[in-house]
């Protein structure tokens, strides 16, 4: 088989500038100190194709036309060549690597910190990307291949997409035990007492006629409640594993179910890296899958 005379620094370098904007940022993601030689880089790979890739402008660097058609059509053949590059050889200790996350509620950046940081203590140079987006955007990111992985409440069903449940995140009143004291509740109480009671609730979600305010997530829900103010929803694992050692007082409403939410985690087989691989096997383990 006959090579083209290709050098594959020139895309690398493309790609880089593309994807951060400008010479410095594009170093940084190539692990290189010199702007000059991306800038000489994008120069060359110009004068091969004999068309305008990038604008200059004050901020940094834009894609012409001929650019973003360039990118398009040779995105997936480089995202072949760097996984293929970021798997070489074993994965230790000593081994580096950068886990990119796109997470759809504040919860699962809870949820992950622990993962983080015992898989950290094992291999201190692996970096980690979290990035929240929308439930909307759940689909959009997954078919973009713009992060590793995406852990979500929603179902998403794309083609050579990998699916792992990883748990289930059910919802619980609560309140404080000063409040539940003084108002006598008990682990179950009826549906007009719940009512009666004020409500610090998350905006959008479970309703009452007792309503106070609305916050923006559920720590603001945990730290209004817990000042003994009135009650409040949140996941159970959210006060399990953010504050398990505060005195709350749990409890159920007859006729009133809270919604639970299962936890999904979704790749590409094709694109892992071993950092990635790795990462999601020792979750997988340590929540018993």
């Not at 000593?94 to 990119?100: K, L, P, T």
Request: proline share 3%; with cysteine; glycine share 4%.
């Amino acid at each position: 088989m006959q090579f083209p005379n290709t050098n594959l620094n020139l895309y690398k370098s493309f790609i880089a500038v593309y994807e951060t904007g400008n010479t410095l940022k594009a170093c940084e993601h190539l692990g290189i100190s010199s702007q000059s030689t991306v800038s000489h880089n994008i120069l060359q790979l110009e004068k091969q194709l004999n068309v305008k890739l990038f604008k200059s402008h004050p901020r940094g660097m834009t894609p012409t036309r001929d650019g973003e058609e360039l990118y398009w059509k040779m995105k997936p053949y480089f995202d072949g060549i760097f996984v293929v590059e970021r798997n070489v050889g074993e994965f230790t200790e000593n081994s580096e690597g950068v886990i990119r996350i796109a997470c759809t509620t504040n919860f699962v950046v809870y949820f992950l910190a622990k993962h983080i940081a015992e898989f950290r203590l094992k291999y201190p140079k692996v970096k980690f990307e979290i990035t929240k987006i929308t439930p909307q955007q759940t689909t959009e990111v997954s078919k973009n291949n713009d992060v590793d992985i995406v852990i979500s409440t929603l179902p998403v069903k794309l083609e050579d997409l990998t699916c792992i449940y990883l748990c289930t995140q059910e919802s619980i009143f609560f309140t404080s035990n000063k409040f539940a004291h003084d108002n006598k509740l008990q682990s179950i109480i009826s549906k007009e007492i719940y009512d009666s009671l004020p409500f610090v609730g998350i905006d959008g979600y479970v309703k009452n006629e007792n309503l106070i305010t609305t916050v923006g997530n559920q720590e603001m829900v945990f730290q209004m409640v817990i000042q003994g103010i009135g009650i409040g929803w949140c996941l159970d694992n959210f006060l399990n594993i953010c504050h398990p050692d505060t005195s709350i007082f749990k409890f159920k409403v007859e006729d009133v179910n809270l919604e639970s939410y299962d936890l999904n985690c979704f790749y590409y087989k094709k694109y892992l890296t071993k950092a990635v691989t790795t990462f999601i096997q020792d979750v997988k383990l340590s929540l018993g899958l």
